[in-house]
């Protein structure tokens, strides 16, 4: 199923090239910058039992937001609308989807094999499986 210029993409990005080379797709697919999210999740902690907990995660969380204006200013691409969120990353990004009613997810894949996707899994996988919008993933 193909879908002429999206009006509303999502792309999760995890600061590596190929999250932010498929930030460039989005905006190529979509045909303007205004028209893509770009989210980064922060991982759950695993122990809610930290009492400095939230106060950790919205310091990481406002840093996270500082660093991605800046890496997507210097790449040149300032337009999309940027987020972090905190969260199970797959959860997050089909959350992020949904409320912005995305037309398209693009999500780069890091290929990993193995004992490595054993216990790190793919968040693209797990994007495929629950988002309800079409996903385009990007093998490198």
Known sequence: MAIPNPKVVVVPVDFSDASFDAVKVAIELSGSASNVHVIHVIPEALSSADYLRE???QQGADKALSELVEKLTELGLADVNASVEEGVPSDAIVAKASSERAELIVIPSHSRKGIPRLFLGSVADQVLRAATCPV?????
């Open 136 to 140: 385009l993933v990007l093998k490198r």
């Open 55 to 57: 106060a950790i995660i």
